[in-house]
């Protein structure tokens, strides 16, 4: 099954939606890349996403995603050690116990997955990179863009209120399009205002905070 098969709505909002069942996992399980944008990238979120990804068990998927250089400690150490190739080879399961994560580590070592930090470079742009956009995409070349929610929330405990407004390639052509290009530009470091590092590059520059 294609994402073009599955019955999605133009916005899901959390007091009428469960968000995660209904738009996130159903588009996860159904597609072969993921871009996305997010202000705060966890460790427990991108193992989520893998889990759920189901096309990641055959070696076929991709996951890209851009994220603001603010990370808690614990999450910014795993990262460091499974990005870094420094630490590929005594970074093994044994340090983890957590499945989820062994399972991300092994994807991560197939290169299905890449992170990238943005970081505003421009007195016009205040704080942190806060981008919110999202771009499922299947075998067939048919895409999902979505805006509007901050983070994967994945946690039935811990979820935030959000809605989400959501565009198909087939019925939103051009402002999937769009999407698409602003994604595609910021993963090329070609944005205004912002500087986009590959995540070791980031983090052997000490640009990443705690």
């Known amino acids: 099954?294609?994402?073009?098969?599955?019955k999605l709505k133009e916005e899901y909002r959390s007091d009428r939606d469960d968000i995660v069942a209904e738009f996130f996992f159903p588009c996860l399980g159904n597609c072969v890349e993921?871009?996305?944008c997010v202000d705060l990238l966890s460790i427990q979120t991108l193992a989520t996403?893998?889990?759920?990804?189901?096309?990641?068990?055959?070696?076929?998927?991709?996951?890209r995603m851009i994220t603001g250089h603010r990370f808690r400690t614990s999450d910014l150490n795993i990262f460091t050690k499974l990005f870094s190739e420094k630490h590929a080879k005594s970074?093994?399961?044994?340090?983890?116990k957590d499945t989820k994560i062994q399972k991300l580590q092994r994807i991560v070592e197939r290169?299905?997955?890449?992170?990238?930090?943005?970081?505003?470079?421009?007195e016009q742009v205040a704080d942190s990179f806060s981008e919110r956009i999202g771009i499922f995409r299947d075998s067939q070349d048919h895409r999902v863009a979505?805006?509007?929610?901050?983070?994967?929330?994945?946690s039935t405990q811990t979820r935030d209120f959000e809605s989400v407004d959501v565009f198909t390639s087939w019925n939103d052509k051009s402002r999937?399009?769009?999407k698409v290009?602003?994604?595609?530009?910021?993963?090329?470091?070609?944005?205004?205002?912002?500087?986009?590092?590959?995540?070791?590059?980031?983090?052997?520059?000490?640009?990443l905070k705690y």
């Open 49 to 63: 996403i893998s889990m759920a990804f189901e096309n990641f068990s055959e070696g076929k998927a991709k996951l």
């Open 34 to 36: 993921y871009s996305r």
């Open 176 to 178: 999937v399009e769009r």
């Open 111 to 122: 290169g299905q997955v890449e992170v990238k930090i943005a970081i505003p470079n421009s």
């Open 181 to 207: 290009k602003d994604f595609e530009d910021l993963w090329e470091n070609k944005t205004k205002y912002v500087r986009v590092y590959d995540f070791i590059k980031a983090e052997q520059s000490s640009l």
């Open 91 to 96: 970074f093994k399961g044994n340090l983890i």
């Open 146 to 154: 979505f805006t509007g929610t901050s983070r994967e929330s994945f």
């Open 1 to 6: 099954m294609g994402l073009r098969e599955i």
